[in-house]
Structure formats: structure tokens, C-alpha cells
């Protein structure tokens, strides 16, 4: 008996041993399945739809022939897997279906789930029309899940998975589809087998984090996000699914658990949910905001309101763009036992009237970079009325507009560029560039036009039509409404019987609306006439005028127009036709080289090897060896070899590099990062670029600038940036490494430029320098020492004065505006009336900053640079009076190069501007300008010398780059073109 | 009988070892096991006043949180235990002061709205993790569906916050006046103009994790020396430290980019926080750390906007670089010294509107 007690005794203290260090084995247990979850953090994969897999056997997948699925075949002879849990087999039919407006959207076909008992079809758990997400399948960890996809075509596809984790898992189209709607989300629950503690999920309630039953969970929201949207979906106890479509009101009851599953099918999130906190998978950490990439998965339980009450809590991504753009929602917890309702939100599937052409009232857009259509609209009305164009919409009030970026690299904005005054939600804006989208709604009837602020010709069009409005017959006529505001804050009056000026502008943005968005409507000098074709449709203007929009249709006579300069240039002139598509390349664009002496085309550079996309602008070294090449609708700079056109080196650089310039004194690129803060310094050297520095243009904190066209000083000493979005200008000191904006000549106080300044020039004295504010149409001028706007140029609305030489000619939305060698004209391009204007600069000049000529451009008149004249070829007694120089600009919708000489006699006064010729930049066989040596890298198919806009004559006029020119260069100059600053004299 | 005497010492050693045994894996490893023999942490009111003030900037203002007053009550007197407010900086700070309390503590935060330059500009205090009802979410009405929480130039507010069971942790706290439709509330976004500052619930039984010598250990939070506190913006680290100085916080704003400094072998904990619109990979070079609520070591963390990456290490001999490595960013100047050395003072890096 005392041996037995002995031995209890010491089993007791065993047993204390034991418990002492059992806490921190226990605790060493949980650590490892921790440590196990956090092996394969990213774990789920994404099974796509529409790839083929092992299973696309139709033997062992026929429709409502289960027999041979499960007896006989030995795969549940005995009902249970090799864990000894119960594990299913789902067979799930999908379908692809296009929606009204364009969409794309999954729909539930079939669902069985065969278990040892047999097959049951659970088909009624689903909506019964595609939605947008898909249908949620849900499973349990260990089931086998074959899903079937059937596309528009017919063609099948199968794909199959077998999770061994909970969670939750996308599906999805691979390819633009995606973000347009073929997402759905595959719901792993825990198997509720005996041998598997983990029936339970995990979750903070009660202030604990603690094992949940999967059967207490009332309900499940499945949340995807992707561009700047939620798409949602909600399953109740029973697992019936009713789509909440965007941005919805979720419903739900003080303390009801509630299961959340958010996905991200496109771009870059972080998920937040007010009021409420949970547990991150995989870790004890408690966190209320999350990352969702595109393919990340994220499953949390929340108790409704626990400890903070019932409320509207509002849940919505966190990155700010995300916010401003619309990604927001309500998380609306009502009372105890309420039964508080979702509320569904804005769908594709909302009915509008026949007018809209789609009867759908969610227009949505997507945006590429394919050139004009930029925004274009999913519904791809071209069938339905082919003067449309690719980017316009209808939708009735109350309808939706909704953009997705989902086919380019770069960042951009979505903008309302002009809307119906007083309309709701309006404007609506970013403060920066991104990746993403938009969603907002229209509430009031009239015309919408959104653009990009770093890119400002991608443009959508939305009219928002009452449908109680008609012409006369009660046929559809469609609301413009009677005031239209501009983003920068003027009125247009859109009653053409009250004569206002503004009309005049109204029109002309019509009609550029249509222009560019319509292929058709590009001007080609090729042909005899230029037709620009509206749609014919009946539209109310103010005062209820009703008209045809085809009454602003135009045609012009093209013949004559093609014609050499009398002069030759000297040496070659670049033109980045940047629309230009091409045989090698997904992207648009390629480099024109014209020999300035011969006028003919002699290359193309397209790169395709690295598939360049946008070049944009460009500039050389100082001994006009190699060209580099930005890529606008991009990230990278480009590098090629001048004189064979071979490709050198790429750097991604960062967001949308718009313009490139060097330093004339060190020879180191500067590159504007129009999609970010500010300029990057790069260094070539033995054919590899580098990337020094980031020089931001704004101080930390505050709105990013977006940096568009910069110039630096002849001297090397500054550089001067159009800051597009902050609609003010920088002046960077290279020496002190220091900025400037731009500030109130009196107060000293910040002041504005004007809106979306786009592009500068220093005038070669380095006195002052020049910002043309595209959108308020206006050109700065401003002190380069100090910072202080010192006038503004108005070229809207000029008056005709005899003594300055201004006709009146208005001119509308300037870009590129060079000042000459000398430092005596101002050439600029105006884009949005097509026209170029001619500015005295010289201090000397009676007429100093004011317009004195206006020539004739084309539409999206845009680029323009300095070239010299080759004045060998004239009478030496004659070249005293012979200005040296040309003009040379390039237009976007059209395809030839426009060269002016602003001053044809030499006397100083630009009043006497002329086209000088024009040069056609197509590389079609029946172009006669084409060179006998002509060569390409690529093969161009379409829009044939369109885009014309960075421009570059090699050599290099400017001071401070001409006193650097090689030699070899400079023995071809005259004394004018070498010193003209006369600093040598 | 022969037996039990023989078994005797045997018993009674064992008994020994056991208790021995029992004290050390309780004191060293388990948490759980540790606040059954230390004192509960009284709850406490927090009386928080905050002000919301301009810093001139040419170029664009930027705007800033100031601590006013930081009273510590007792939650049943109401009596005053404690006035905090000189351990602040006197001015207005990015990021805003860091409120530093214990799990069960209450805090009723005031703001004024000191703007002086404009008439509208609405701001207020949202925060994260904290339980609060929904009449302190400091939104708009027509987000919250109940009333504007904000407030105007001149005007002040009270939101009510309670750090009630599960709400350890760092949590961040910002402007979010932002409506459905942003632009035209007048001016809109000031969370990314210097509106944002952090909120540290420290656990009741004192206890946080550490990568100590390549092992996952447990450490006191009072043994850590400072808690050194960095929002990654879209274009700069901006900081602040609150030094431990004998269970009270002295706090001292480090600005933009700074050199931050610790004694060797000081427990450090970092708390990073993204806003803007970039993510940013974070990496201090030379230092490991654990991934939260893991046993996992990394190197290195992606941080997107809001969200929050805190982690403790012991600052070794040696300069390092705290950093975000995405490109653009780095470029730009997004780097900053970490030095370890006798002293441990942090210098401060640019202020804005100085130099």
C-alpha cells in the first residue's frame, strides 16, 4: 500500500512538473501552427476560368450524369477521404455573359455538390442573372471544386482546386475582362468533420480573440475591389446570395457576427472598416486597415457595433486618390434583432430610356492608351452610331459614370473638365495622379465632359438626358443645359440666340470633343478635303433652341496646302509622332526624323524591342550624338542613337515623364515626372543611364506639382517647372539646391499662374520666363530671379489694336511656347483653336508680351521648338535680312509639320509671322517626301504621322547648348546663329 | 516504511524543483500567467485638449495638430492624478502628439479649430482602433447620417474615445472631413497636409514582443526606452519620439526625415504608419524584427496607406539606415540616419517653413 502511495505521490509532483512547463508547451504548439499559417503567407492561388486544366474530359464531367461519380469508381467507396472526414465534390457551370452597358459578368449555370449520400443541387442558392462579382461558391477545406466556365463563344473551359486552407480564393478572367467584371470569389469554410478542431474560424469577440462556429455566423459580405470601386455581395444563414453591386449598404444587427471576405481583382488598396477592429489570418495581430492587391484575399469576423453601438459606419479604401475618386461604402448596423435590410447599390443593370442607346443607366469607361479613346466606352456605341465616336455616353438623371484604368501604365486623374453649373457632384477630382478608377453620380441633366489632368486630351463625354425632353416630334433630343461650367471656373452660355462670346467657346469644345475622340475626324493632308463629322443628333440648348449637331460640321478644302520652305534648314528636325501605330508594338508611337535640307522623311524610330509607348519629347547631348526619348503614358526614358536610329539604353524613371532636357553646362538629363513631384536627374554614360536623384518641386507635405513642360536657363543656372496640378510654376536653383514658387509681384504672397500650366520657356537672357496655362488660356510672364508674375498674356479674348499688331484672333488652350535664340519671339502653339500665335519679347519692343500674329495650325496644334535656317544657300548679301532661324510645329490630329518663320525680314518684329511650309509625315508609299534612304525599325499600319508633338532641331539652337556644339557643327553656322546673344562681340 | 523514508528526500527535492520550476517558466515566457501576480492597471480618464493650427508655407499652408492639454483623471473623483501637457512640444507638430494609454482607460478628446487664414476649413479627429459611438467618428452627415463632426475656425468639438477589451495597439488618428464628393468642402484632404498623429494602447499587464538576440522573447514596455514613431508619407518619413522617462512619456517632435538616435542595447520600438496615396517598403538596415502577431523574422515590410508596422528591437553598436526603398521614393530623400551611440538624442530634421 505505501508503494502505491509512494508512486502517487510521485506521480502528483510529476503532474506539477508538468504543469509548469505545460502553459509554454502549449504556447510553443500554437506558435508552430502560427509559424505553419505564416509559411505560405500569400497562399491562395487564383484559379482563372479560363484556363484549360486536366479535367476538361467529357467523360468524367457530363452534365446530370452523376452515376459514374461516385459508385463504382472507388472514390467514396467508404465515404470518407484519407483524413476521415467528410470531404464533397462541387461540379459549378459558370457562364460569361455581356451586360447591357458593355460589362462583362459571370452567371451561375449549376451548382451539384455530391457527397457519400449522393448529389444535391444547390442552383437556388444563386442569383439567376450574371452579377458582377460572379456567384460565391462556397466549400468546405478538403472538397474538390471543378469549375466550368462557358464563354461568350461557346468554348469551355474547365479548371479544378482542392484547398487545404480557409479563406477565400478569386476567380477570374486573365485578361482586361477582369476588371471589368469577370470576378468571383471561391469561399473555403472549415470542415465541421470530427477530426478537425478547425470547424471553428477564428475571430476578436468579446474582446478576445476566440474560436467561432461557422453556423453562428449570420451573414457573409464579399467585397472585391478594383479600380476605385467596391462590387459587393452578400450570403445570408442560408446561403442565398443577392448581389449588392457598388458601393453598397451593407445591413446587419447590433451584435450579429458577421463575415467579411475582401478581394482585390485590380490595382492597389488598403481596406478600412470605422469603428471596428479583427484579427489579421495567420497571426494574432488585431488591425483594422489591410493591403489588397490584385489576387489578395482578406477574411475577417466582426461582432456588428460591439462595444461602440449601432451606427452608419462608413467602410472604404484608404488610399486618398481611392477616397476622393468614390471607393467608399456604409457598414449600416441597425438595433438588436432589426433585420436591417442591405441596400444594393448603382448597377449595370439599372434601366434607363431608349435614348441612352444601351438602356443601361452605368455608363462605364475604360481607359487605355490607345490614342484618342483614352476614356473609352465599354458599350461600343460605334455600331449603333458611328459619328459617336469611342469616348461618349447617355445615361438619364440619377444615372452613374464609372471609369476603370485597366490597359495603361501610367497614372492619371478623372476630372470633371466641364458640367452642367450647379450639377451634383460636381467638380470631382484628385489632387494627384494614380492607378485605379472613379465612380460618381450624375443627378442633373446636361453635358459632362471629364478629362486627365496630366494627360489633358483624354477626354469622356457624358450627356445626361432627361427622357421627358424631346424635340419637337417627341423624338429623343438630348440636354446640354443652359450654363456650362469649365474646371476653371468660367460660365459658357449655351443659348446661341443671347450672342455671347462664350458660345464661340462652347462650340469650339464640342467640336474638339468630337474631333479627337473620333479617328475619322483627324486631319489628313493626304486627302483633298477635311471633313469633321458630328454626330447627327438633335440636342437642347439653352433658351430650349433645339439644333442638329451636325450644324457644326465643317470641310475644308486640303489642295495646295503640302509645301516646302523656299529655305533650306540646316540639319534634321525629330517630331514624335506619338500616335503612330505600328506592326511591332502594343503601344502607340514613334520618332520622325525629316532632313531639314531636303524636307523628306529619312527615319522612323519605333523601339519595338521595348515596346515604346507615347514618346512624347525629347533632347540630345551636347555633342548631338544620341536623342532621349520620353515615354508620357509611361514610366521609362529611352535612349537612342541619333544617326542610325539603334536603340541605346531604358531607365524607368518614374509616373509619366513628359518632357527631357539637359543642363547645358553638366550634360545631365533632367526629366519632368508629370505623373509625380518633380524632376529626375539622370546621367548617361557608356551607353547606360543612371538615376542620380529626385528633385522634388514642392516642399514635403505639400499637393504634389506634376511638373509638365520644363526649360532650364541658358546660363545652367535654373530650371523653371509648369506645375500642372498646383496651377502655379518652380524655379530650382542648381547651386543652392533650393525652390521658388511662383509669388504676387506686390504682396509677395503665393499666387496662382493660372490653370494646368503646362509649358515654360527662359528667355535666353535669363531675365524672365514664360508659363502657358493651358486651360485658363493665358501665358505668364515671370521674373526668373525673384519668382514674381510679373503679366499675363490674355489670348482668349484679345481686342484688335492697330499698334500692337493684334488682329483680335482669339486663341484657345496654349502648350508649347519656345522663345527664339535671340530672345525676341515667342512662338505658340494653341491646341485648342488650332491656331499659333506670335508674341514679341524683347524688352526693347514697343509691343513687349503682347500677341502680334496669328498663323493657322491644325487641331491639337501642340509642339514647337527652334531650328536653324541653312543660310549658305542665300546670297551673302541677302543673310543680314534673312532671319536665321524657323518655327517648327507639330499637331496631334493631324499628320504634317507646320514651319514658321516668325520674322521673315530680320527686323525684329514678328507682326510680319508666315507659314513657311508645310511637311507631311507620313510614311505611306504615295508620299513623295519620303527619302530614298529612308529606314525604320518597325512597320507602321495606322493613324500614319498622327500625334505630332515633342519637336527637336538638330543642332541645337538654344543658348547656352549652341556655345557647347561640337565643331563640326558649328563650322556650318553663321556668326548670328553661333553667338546669338552676342556675347562674343 | 522502509520505502517512504528512502522516498522522502526524493519528495521533498522534487517538490522544490517543481516550484522553482513553476516560478521561472511563469516569469519568462507566458504572459498569460504573469498578471496573476501583478497589479491591475486602474483605469484612468484622459482630459485631451488638442488645437488644430497653420504652418505658412509658401506654395500651399501646411496644417498641424498642438497639444493643449493632457490631464490624467481618476474616472470615480474626477480629481487630477496627473497634468501631462508639459511633456509635449509647446507648438503644433507633424505628426500630431502621440497619446500614449493603457487598455481600459477612457479619454475624452477636445479640439479647437485655431485656423486663422480662412473662414471654412473643417477639421476633426477620426481615429482608429479605439471604441467610440457613432456621434464621435468625426465625419460628415453624410457619411455618419447623424450631424457634421467636425468643426470650423473658432469652433470646438469633444469627441468621447474608450480603450475598452482588444483594442491594444498603435492606431492611427487623422482628419477625415472628406465627404461623397470631396472637392468643394473647402479645403478638402487635410490628412495629407500634416493632419495625422498617433493614439499607443499599451497592454494592461505590460508585456509586448521582441526579437532579441534572434529569438522571439517577451519584454516589459517599461523597459523600453523609447518609442520612436514615423508616418511614411507619398513624399517623406515624418516623425516623433516619446522618450520613457520612468513610466512618463517625454515627447519630442523630430520632423521631417531626422536623424534618429538610441543608447546601445536600449529596447526601441518603431511604429511606422503609411498615408497618402503610395505604398512604401520600409527596411532598417542591419536590424531583423518580427513580424506582428507572428514568430516570423523579416527584414523588411510593404506599408500602404493607414496602415500600421510596429515592432521592438535592441538598437546594436553601429549606424544604420531607416528607409523606404521603392524607387521614387528613395530617390527623393526618403532616408534617414539611425545612430547608436552614448547619448541616444535624436536630432530633429527640417521643420517646415524653416531654412
Known sequence: ?985 | MKHSRQTYPIFLTLLIASIIGVGNTMHSSNSAFAQYYKQPHIPVLHKITLSVEEIPLLGGNLYAYKMVQHLVNDMETGNTIKDLTNNYESGPTIPGPTLIIDEGDVVSLTLHNDITSREKAMVGVHVHGIHYPITSDATLKEINNVEDQGVNPGETITYSWTAGPGTVGTWPYHDHTLGLNTIGKDPNGLEMSGLFGTLIINDGDGYTKALINGEPRYVKIDDISKDVICWVTDDAFWCNEAVNNYGEYEHNALWENPTIKAVNQDLIRFHLLGIGTDFTVFQLSGYEWLKPGTDRIIDEKEIGPLEVHVFTVKADEGDSQYRDIIQSHFKSGMFGDFIVDEMGISIPGEQPGEA
Not at chain 1, 430650349?544 to 449637331?549: F, R, S
Open chain 1, 1 to 985: 500500500m505505501k508503494r502505491n502511495s509512494s508512486n502517487i505521490i510521485l506521480a502528483l509532483f510529476a503532474a506539477i512538473l508538468l504543469t509548469s512547463t505545460l502553459p509554454t508547451a502549449l504556447y510553443n504548439s500554437l506558435d508552430s501552427e502560427k509559424k505553419l499559417a505564416d509559411s505560405n503567407p500569400s497562399g491562395h492561388p487564383i484559379i482563372k476560368a479560363a484556363e484549360a486544366s486536366e479535367y476538361n474530359n467529357q467523360d468524367y464531367y457530363d452534365n446530370d450524369n452523376y452515376d459514374n461519380m461516385y459508385s463504382g469508381n472507388g472514390y467514396y467507396d467508404n465515404g470518407y477521404n484519407d483524413n476521415g472526414i467528410d470531404s464533397k465534390k462541387h461540379q459549378v457551370t459558370v457562364k460569361i455573359e455581356r451586360l447591357q452597358n458593355g460589362q462583362y459578368a459571370y452567371k451561375m449555370v449549376k451548382h451539384i455538390v455530391i457527397d457519400k449520400n449522393g448529389p444535391t443541387d444547390l442552383t437556388d442558392r444563386y442569383s439567376d442573372i450574371a452579377t458582377i462579382p460572379g456567384p460565391s461558391i462556397e466549400i468546405n477545406k478538403g472538397d474538390t471544386l471543378i469549375l466550368k466556365s462557358i464563354l461568350e463563344n461557346n468554348e469551355v473551359k474547365v479548371d479544378s482546386i482542392k484547398p487545404d486552407e480557409v479563406g477565400s480564393i478569386e476567380y477570374s478572367a486573365d485578361d482586361f475582362t477582369r476588371e471589368l467584371g469577370l470576378f468571383g470569389a471561391i469561399i473555403v469554410h472549415p470542415n465541421s468533420g470530427t477530426y478537425d478542431y478547425a470547424g471553428l474560424e477564428k475571430g476578436l469577440v468579446d474582446g478576445e480573440i476566440q474560436k467561432i462556429n461557422s453556423d453562428d455566423i449570420k451573414k457573409q459580405f464579399v467585397l472585391f475591389m478594383v479600380g476605385s470601386t467596391f462590387w459587393g455581395m452578400e450570403i445570408d444563414e442560408n446561403h442565398l446570395q443577392t448581389p449588392l453591386w457598388t458601393n453598397p449598404t451593407l445591413g446587419s444587427d447590433l451584435g450579429d457576427l458577421v463575415q467579411f471576405h475582401v478581394l482585390g481583382s485590380g490595382h492597389d488598396h488598403t481596406f478600412h472598416l470605422h469603428a471596428h477592429r479583427w484579427l489579421d489570418p495567420g497571426t494574432s495581430d488585431i488591425i483594422d486597415v489591410k493591403t489588397i492587391h490584385p489576387g489578395d484575399s482578406h477574411d475577417f469576423i466582426v461582432k456588428a457595433g460591439q462595444f461602440v453601438g449601432a451606427g452608419h459606419w462608413q467602410y472604404h479604401c484608404h488610399v486618398f486618390a481611392h477616397m476622393e475618386a468614390g471607393m467608399m461604402g456604409i457598414f449600416n448596423v441597425g438595433d438588436k434583432n432589426s433585420n436591417t435590410q442591405s441596400i444594393p447599390g448603382a448597377s449595370p443593370y439599372d434601366q434607363a430610356s431608349p435614348s441612352t442607346l444601351t438602356e443601361s443607366n452605368f455608363l462605364t469607361f475604360r481607359v487605355t492608351d490607345q490614342p484618342g479613346t483614352w476614356f473609352n466606352n465599354v458599350a461600343n456605341l460605334d455600331s449603333v452610331l458611328p459619328t459617336l465616336g469611342g469616348s461618349f455616353g447617355i445615361i438619364n438623371p440619377g444615372g452613374t459614370a464609372h471609369f476603370v484604368m485597366t490597359d495603361t501604365n501610367t497614372v492619371h486623374t478623372v476630372t470633371s473638365l466641364l458640367w452642367p453649373k450647379g450639377a451634383a457632384n460636381m467638380p470631382f477630382d484628385q489632387i494627384t495622379g494614380y492607378q485605379g478608377g472613379a465612380i460618381v453620380k450624375l443627378e442633373d441633366p446636361g453635358l459632362y465632359v471629364f478629362t486627365c489632368k496630366v494627360h489633358p486630351y483624354m477626354f469622356a463625354g457624358a450627356v445626361v438626358d432627361d427622357p421627358q425632353t424631346t424635340d419637337n416630334d417627341g423624338n429623343a433630343a438630348y440636354d446640354i443645359g443652359e450654363e456650362l461650367q469649365l474646371a476653371n471656373g468660367v460660365v459658357l452660355k449655351t443659348d446661341p440666340t443671347l450672342n455671347d462670346p462664350t458660345f464661340g467657346v462652347f462650340t469650339s469644345l464640342v467640336k474638339t470633343f468630337f474631333k479627337v475622340t473620333n479617328l475619322n475626324n483627324w486631319k489628313d493632308y493626304m486627302q483633298t478635303t477635311y471633313v469633321t463629322e458630328l454626330p447627327p443628333v438633335n440636342v437642347i440648348l439653352g433658351g430650349n433652341n433645339i439644333v442638329n449637331l451636325n450644324i457644326l460640321n465643317t470641310e475644308e478644302d486640303l489642295t495646295g496646302k503640302l509645301f516646302n520652305p523656299e529655305i533650306p534648314g540646316l540639319g534634321e528636325v525629330w517630331v514624335d509622332t506619338q500616335f503612330e501605330i505600328t506592326e511591332g508594338k502594343s503601344k502607340p508611337g514613334t520618332a520622325t526624323k525629316i532632313n531639314t535640307g531636303t524636307w523628306e522623311i529619312e527615319r522612323k524610330v519605333s523601339l519595338p524591342g521595348i515596346n515604346m509607348n507615347h514618346p512624347h519629347n525629347m533632347w540630345t547631348d551636347k555633342d548631338q550624338n544620341v536623342i532621349y526619348q520620353t515615354m508620357w503614358f509611361d514610366q521609362r526614358l529611352a535612349v537612342f542613337d541619333r544617326e542610325t536610329g539603334e536603340f541605346i539604353d531604358v531607365f524607368n524613371v518614374g509616373d509619366a515623364p513628359s518632357h527631357v532636357i539637359t543642363n547645358p553646362l553638366s550634360d545631365l538629363a533632367y526629366v519632368a515626372l508629370n505623373g509625380e513631384q518633380g524632376v529626375a536627374e539622370l546621367e548617361l554614360s557608356d551607353g547606360q543611364l543612371d538615376l542620380l536623384r529626385i528633385i522634388p518641386m514642392q516642399k514635403s507635405g505639400q499637393d504634389p506639382t506634376h511638373p509638365h513642360g520644363h526649360w532650364i536657363s541658358a546660363d545652367g543656372s535654373k530650371m523653371v517647372t509648369p506645375n500642372a496640378l498646383t496651377a502655379d510654376s518652380t524655379i530650382y536653383d542648381f547651386a543652392s539646391d533650393s525652390i521658388q514658387r511662383t509669388i504676387d509681384s506686390t504682396t509677395g504672397e503665393d499666387t496662382s499662374t493660372g490653370v494646368v500650366p503646362i509649358a515654360t520657356a527662359i528667355r535666353p537672357q535669363g531675365d524672365k520666363y514664360y508659363v502657358a496655362n493651358l486651360l485658363d488660356s493665358t501665358i505668364s510672364v515671370i521674373d526668373l530671379d525673384s519668382g514674381k508674375l510679373l503679366k499675363n498674356i490674355e489670348l482668349l479674348a484679345p481686342l484688335f489694336d492697330s499698334d500692337t499688331g493684334n488682329d483680335g484672333t482669339a486663341h484657345a488652350l496654349p502648350i508649347q511656347t519656345p522663345v527664339d535664340p535671340t530672345g525676341k519671339f515667342m512662338v505658340t502653339a494653341n491646341t485648342l483653336t488650332g491656331s499659333i500665335s506670335v508674341v514679341n519679347t524683347d524688352p526693347n519692343s514697343p509691343n513687349t508680351d503682347e500677341v502680334v500674329a496669328s498663323l493657322p495650325c491644325d487641331p491639337g496644334c501642340h509642339g514647337a521648338n527652334f531650328g536653324f535656317k541653312d543660310l549658305s544657300q542665300i546670297p551673302e548679301q541677302d543673310r543680314d535680312n534673312t532671319y536665321p532661324y524657323y518655327a517648327y510645329v507639330a499637331s496631334k490630329f493631324s499628320n504634317v509639320l507646320t514651319v514658321v518663320d516668325p520674322d521673315p525680314d530680320n527686323d525684329g518684329d514678328g507682326s510680319d509671322a508666315v507659314i513657311a511650309g508645310r511637311i507631311l509625315l507620313k510614311e505611306d508609299d504615295n508620299n513623295p517626301a519620303i527619302s530614298s534612304t529612308y529606314q525604320s525599325d518597325d512597320n507602321t499600319i495606322a493613324l500614319d504621322g498622327t500625334g505630332g508633338q515633342g519637336v527637336l532641331a538638330i543642332p541645337n539652337p538654344y543658348p547656352g547648348w549652341v556655345y557647347n556644339l561640337p565643331p563640326f557643327y558649328t563650322g556650318m553656322l553663321t556668326m548670328e546663329q553661333q553667338d546669338p546673344l552676342h556675347l562674343n562681340s
